[in-house]
Every structure is written in C-alpha cells, then in structure tokens.
C-alpha cells in the first residue's frame, strides 16, 4: 500500500515561495506517476502539477512558470516548489501517485489511485 505524507505547508504573503514535500512509502517496486492537486474551498479539484516515470513534467496553465514540480528517488519523496505566489493560490494541495503505465500518465492528477492527507496552502494579498 502507497502511503504519501506532505510537509511545507503554511502562510505567506502574495509574491512569497513555499517548497512542498511528499514522502512516500509502500513502493513495491513500480514506479509511479506522481503529482499535485489542489482544491480550494467550495471549488473543483485541480491539477497543478505532475511528472512521469521518465522524469517529464507538465503543469496546470494557472501555475505554469511559478511552479516546479520534482522527485528524488533516493529518497522517495516528491517536491513542488512555488514561487510568486498569489491570493488564488490558497488551497489544500494533495500529493497523489498512480502506476506508471510505461508511456504516459493516462489519468488526471486528482484521480490518481493514492493521496495524501493534504497541507493547507494560504496566500494573504
């Protein structure tokens, strides 16, 4: 069983940065399509970024050129990196796995078969 734990949550002020983390565990082996989604209150969940097995990443167009997703393998723990934060940004972010099919990430990011807790985001204008 994959178990995802995300860390790095917190306030900040709009233009700041915050480093997301997500630790994982239960990895038999396979590997995995990684990512992050958000929601934010009374909102839809929302894909903000994911990378596949072989490293590639893509990102939501709201996020683009803010954000920057990665993953260590040594230490099987997912990254996201987002600066120049904005007001909008403010939501819970989940980390989420799904296997890797050898080709491509099939499903969106919120659907992915693992997530995480969440950590609370929270940008003040």
């Known amino acids: 069983q994959v178990q995802l734990v995300e860390s790095g949550g917190g306030s900040v002020q709009a233009g700041g940065s915050l480093r997301l983390s997500c630790a994982a565990s239960?990895?038999?082996?396979?590997?995995?399509?990684m990512g992050w989604f958000r929601q934010a209150p009374g909102k839809a969940r929302e894909g903000v970024a994911r990378?596949?097995?072989?490293?590639?990443?893509s990102y939501g167009n709201s996020v683009k050129g803010r954000f920057t997703i990665s993953k260590d393998n040594a230490k099987n723990t997912l990254y996201l990196q987002m600066n120049s934060l904005r007001p909008e940004d403010t939501a819970v972010y989940y980390c989420?796995?799904?296997?890797?099919?050898?080709?491509?990430?099939?499903?969106?990011?919120?659907?992915?078969?693992?997530r995480g807790q969440g950590t609370q985001v929270t940008v003040s204008s």
């Open positions: 990378i596949d097995g072989n490293g590639d990443a």
């Open positions: 239960g990895y038999t082996g396979r590997t995995y399509c």
């Open positions: 989420a796995a799904d296997p890797w099919s050898g080709s491509s990430c099939y499903r969106q990011v919120p659907d992915y078969n693992y």
